[in-house]
């Protein structure tokens, strides 16, 4: 029989004696595992076990959850009960095959409550497990790649200062220095200049960018001085250059070893989901060229979130970054000026969320035409651990 309680499992008492996921008090779950049981564990095709158990009147109330309310069930050690039923009573029934009726009755319970332990062990241990959100990074546009010059000249019609120069000002240069590398399981760094192959277009892709000549292999760059946009390939088309399956062996191997490490870390037992963080870094000249109608000024830093992360941690990310930012006096946009973010192109990996992080150049470097990076930039760097430190502790 059950009866209602006053328990209430929101006070500090109530929940450390509480098990809420199993939805049964610590005694409860400490009787279960030793071998206690409610009546109703024997079903009624066995009289003389229910008669026997519930006449030794030995029992206690624990508290369980059910049917919307906390209630007190009954509990006999039926384990207990059952070995000596088989000692004492069973072998004294006259009939032979109501004793052998009754003994393997009782073997069925015994082994059922054995079985029982161990399927609720398993079952405590996968909520006890400690998950935690793994980090994979990379950064696509790391490098302007002077020593590739000479090894890919032909490709671009451009001189060796004019490539340094280019090189330079279109990629992100020394975000590895912002960065605590520990917090990563795995981090992609290219080392290849962007205006020889851009990792981050797809080949053969159909975009604005891409019919504009900004595809995976460039045909224009950005001056750093005037903002123009200039010519630096020899061949209107990829297939025409001559180093074409270097390059798209290039992209090939930096992508498909990052899934191929993204897709291991997501398959860990302990891996809760796999946050892949793109790092880069713009420029504000770059960007009043490009959205020349936009109004809003440049952030320090802006950060894109995939629509694949839900509305509820996309809510949570955003109140860290705006405590962040409070604390160490940073501006930080969401998805301005720039609204795309990198995905996966192995969309099996369902536990992979990915985000872009794109750092203002005038934060970290003292010039962006001869990269420097600045020398007192401890703010920067605890804000981007203390954020990484938050997605690995998200739930």
């Not at 975009?207 to 900004?214: A, I």
């Not at 001056?223 to 946009?229: A, G, K, R």
């Not at 440049?298 to 992360?309: A, Q």
């Not at 990076?373 to 502790?393: H, M, S, T, V």
């Amino acid at each position: 029989m059950k009866k209602s309680s006053p328990f209430n499992p929101n006070s500090v008492q109530s929940i450390s004696g509480f098990d809420l996921n199993l939805k049964v008090s610590m005694n409860y779950l400490s009787r279960y595992f030793k071998g206690w049981r409610e009546l109703d564990f024997i079903s009624n095709g066995y009289p003389l076990l229910k008669e026997y158990i519930e006449s030794t009147n030995f029992y206690e109330l624990h508290h369980i959850y059910e049917n919307n309310d906390y209630v007190l069930v009954k509990m006999y050690p039926i384990k207990t009960l059952l070995m000596q039923f088989k000692k004492t009573k069973a072998v004294n029934i006259q009939e032979e095959s109501g004793k052998i009726f009754y003994i393997n009755a009782i073997d069925k319970y015994l082994k059922k409550i054995n079985n029982q332990n161990k399927e609720l062990k398993n079952r405590l241990a996968k909520l006890n497990k400690k998950e935690i959100n793994e980090l994979a990074l990379r950064i696509p546009h790391n490098s302007p790649s002077p020593k590739s010059f000479e090894k890919f000249s032909n490709s671009l019609c451009l001189s060796k200062k004019e490539f340094i120069d280019l090189s330079n000002y279109n990629s992100d240069p020394l975000l590895i220095y912002l960065i605590n590398g520990k917090r990563f399981s795995y981090m992609a760094i290219n080392d290849t200049s962007r205006l020889f192959v851009d990792l981050e277009k797809l080949p053969g892709n159909d975009s604005l960018e891409d019919t504009q000549g900004f595809s995976f292999m460039p045909k224009f760059a950005i001056n750093p001085h005037d903002d123009n946009i200039v010519k630096i390939r020899n061949y209107d088309y990829p297939f025409q250059d001559p180093n074409y399956f270097a390059f798209l062996s290039l992209w090939t191997n930096f992508n498909s070893t990052f899934e191929s490490k993204v897709l291991e870390i997501s398959s860990k037992e302990n891996c809760r989901r796999v946050f892949v963080i793109s790092l880069h870094s713009f420029s504000e000249s770059y960007i009043s060229k490009k959205f020349p109608k936009a109004k809003r000024k440049c952030p320090d830093i802006n950060i894109i979130l995939s629509e694949k992360i839900n509305p509820r941690l996309q809510e949570k990310i955003k109140r860290k970054i705006y405590n962040l930012d409070h604390k160490f006096k940073i501006k930080t946009s969401f998805s301005f000026p720039y609204h795309d973010t990198y995905e996966l192109l192995n969309t099996s990996i369902s536990n992979a969320l990915c985000l872009t992080i794109e750092i203002n150049k005038k934060i970290y470097l003292e010039d962006i035409f001869s990269p420097k990076i600045i020398a007192n930039l401890a703010f920067l760097k605890k804000f981007l651990d203390e954020f990484f430190i938050y997605l690995q502790r998200l739930k």
